[in-house]
């Protein structure tokens, strides 16, 4: 196999690999989004620990947001060369 074909199956690979990563982000962040609402629903019913449940709803989003901008970079960076 020679050197070209090996460049071009890695960025073929780097382009699959940034579409997987922004498509959990997009889970991710839609994912956040539901269990902060089920959180907000259970403390107006007054169920106990709906409070963590909301944490955890938006300590999801953050992390997706962390993600995201990772992956923006990276993929902004790959594109120089």
């Known amino acids: 196999m020679g ?16 579409k997987a990563a922004k498509r959990v982000t997009k889970i991710g962040m839609k994912a956040g989004k539901t269990v902060e609402q089920v959180g907000k629903v259970g403390e107006e019913l007054g169920v106990p620990g709906s409070e963590e449940v909301v944490m955890a709803g938006r300590k999801t989003q953050q992390v997706s947001k962390k993600v995201e901008r990772v992956r ?4 902004k960076a790959s594109r120089k060369f």
């Open 72 to 75: 923006s970079k990276a993929a």
């Open 3 to 18: 050197l070209h074909k090996f460049g071009h199956k890695l960025k073929k690979a780097s382009h699959f690999g940034n």
